[in-house]
């Protein structure tokens, strides 16, 4: 099925309903006697079905405002192949471009696939994200469920996201009010606890008006314990996500609930970077690859749905189920820069969904609409609480230096952040360190030179900064064998780290070349690992700097996990912004680095 605009809907319904005739007279033709009644297609019963309008969204992380550089920014395709960059997000925009997709719709559902919170700019991330929920709870979100960066700060602190009250130790941040948690469902199916089994929060949630019932089962990556600190995720259980869900349809199907929407937080990778572009082609689902295209041929096909995340890349498809028959799946890229919009044909005596019916688009979030004046005032409102900090200056650019925005295996941005914590992880009473290291999924945003508030141009703020590296890691420096080193290159591009390289940023003088062409890790070139232009010994040992994530093994690296003689350092974030203070003034700004330490053969 091609990506459609909604407009053209009605006319395409009516078209689809004739072939939908003829092809139910051929087959029921065709059907043997006694053949068993749910053979046949519906879907030529117009009179008994409803459209059901389902609104979804993944990977906000905490972007209430606009982000910023090309974080906020979608690629459109036109017809002629040229394409054209349009500026996106930001919750006033989505809240109003929601309520107005929402209008005529009586039947109307919106639900997220993970990750609507952690890894977030300040705004949101300095007060735990009650922000971020706060504006959920605003969008009537009706149900979402977890992602990994919802275990950020473990399963306690989610379930007080879930269930509100004041942070443990952070208390209520405005005065007379008391955090009340979301209004919408957390899903976590295949979360449990390790010691009863059960999961932490609800596996499933029955949407229902005027006799309509949709369940939705909500489950996060089976691999979030990899990308997750070890703390966040102490005490639980992630279960495989095909078993989980299928487990839960029959749940479903026990309670009379047939048509069911599956929320994944794991995505795919599609072969354009182009919101609209048609991964229905050649074929079905023939233009997405990754763990989700997996997950979808193996789920069963009672689900009608899937609404995806993790991999903030933006896709509509229709993957082939088990029985071959065209299942919808769908991704609206990260930080709220698009929606996707699917009609859901229910019939109501099968009480399922007429899966030839359904269709689905991307819509931009465009910045071109009026802003929703609620989410203005639930902006201003903390960002007052958080100028403070926010505002503060920290240091000076000459130019963008992107990070996340960049495509590239080497970003500058990385380069910058590694040179920074070898600068501060260097001096032998902090650690001696020789090397650092900075795991990509770890920078999070770009640093832009237009200023973003009253600073003026160049100026890196706190709340910049703290967008670029909200974690808060802890650094730690560790010795590392060279041959210990070079195996944790390799794993940027094998094991778990083979379909979907993660390319760790590397510090200054520290180079290698990659080698694209070939697999595994023999895509590290043999003999091309070098320290200020000496070879690394495989038997001698370094001294390594990295966050603690990338220290206990996160991302699927293993062998810098083995690193002994550890030292603990600053956070991330202070070295960073230590750096910027000590190397850059109004009259002496940084530069984007050339990002020339990698080479990479294609």
Known sequence: ????????????????????????????????????????????????????????????????????????????????GTTEKIKAGGVEYLATHLRTARQGNPYSITAAAGDMIGA?????????????????????????????????EGAKELARMQNGGCHPTGGCYE???????????????????EKTGKPILDPYFIWERKGVKIGFIGVTLEGTPNIVTAEGVKGLKFGDEVETIDKYTKVLERKGVKSIVALIHE????????????????????????????IAKKLNPQVDALVTGHTHQAYVCTIPDPSGKPRMVTSASSYGKLYTDTTLTYDRRTKDIVRTAVES??????????????????IERWNNLAAPIANKPQGY??????????????????????????????????????????????????????????????VVTYGEAFTVQPFTNMMNVVDLTGAQLIAGLQQQVSGSNEASPKILQVSKGFTYTLDMT?????????????????????????????????????????????????????????????????????????????????????
């Not at 909604?6 to 006319?11: E, F, L, P, Q, T």
């Open 1 to 80: 099925m091609s990506v459609t605009p909604k407009k053209n809907r009605a006319g395409r319904r009516i078209l689809a309903a004739a072939a939908g005739l003829a092809t139910v007279g051929a087959m029921v033709a065709a059907l043997p006697a006694g053949a068993d009644e749910r053979a046949k297609p519906t879907g030529y019963h117009p009179g008994r079905t409803v459209d059901v309008q389902l609104l979804s969204f993944n990977d906000l992380h905490g972007n209430l405002e606009p982000p910023a550089g090309s974080s906020g920014e979608v690629t459109h395709t036109h017809a002629d």
């Open 120 to 152: 977030s700019p300040l705004m949101s991330g300095l007060f735990h994200d009650e922000p971020t929920v706060e504006a959920l709870n605003k969008l009537q979100l009706d149900v979402s469920s977890v992602g990994n960066h919802e275990f950020d």
């Open 175 to 193: 005065e007379g009010k008391t955090f009340p948690g979301a209004a919408f469902p957390y899903l976590a199916a295949n979360v449990t606890d």
């Open 267 to 294: 995505g795919g990778a599609p072969a354009s970077s182009s919101y609209n572009y048609n991964c229905d082609s050649p074929g079905a689902g023939d233009g997405v690859s990754g763990p989700i295209v997996d």
């Open 361 to 378: 688009a991307n819509h931009v979030v465009s910045r071109d609409v009026p802003k929703a004046a609620d989410m203005t005032s639930l």
């Open 397 to 458: 650019i000459s130019a963008d230096i992107e990070g996340r925005g960049s495509t590239a295996y080497e970003k500058p941005l990385g380069d910058l952040i590694a040179d920074a914590q070898l600068a501060g992880l260097a001096p032998a009473d902090k650690g001696g360190a020789q090397i650092a290291l900075m795991n990509p999924g770890g920078i999070r945003s770009d640093l832009v030179y237009k200023a973003s508030g009253s600073e003026g141009d160049g």
């Open 518 to 602: 070939k697999t595994g890790a023999a895509r590290v070139v043999d003999g091309s690992v070098k320290l200020n232009g000496e070879p690394i010994d495989p038997a001698k040992t370094y001294r390594v700097a990295m966050n603690e994530f990338l220290a206990g093994g996160g991302d699927g690296f293993p062998a810098l996990a083995q690193g002994k003689n550890k030292l603990v350092g600053a956070s991330d974030l202070d070295i960073f912004n230590a750096y910027l203070a000590a190397n850059s003034s109004a009259t002496a700004p940084i530069a984007p680095p050339k990002a020339e330490r990698i080479t990479v053969i294609k």
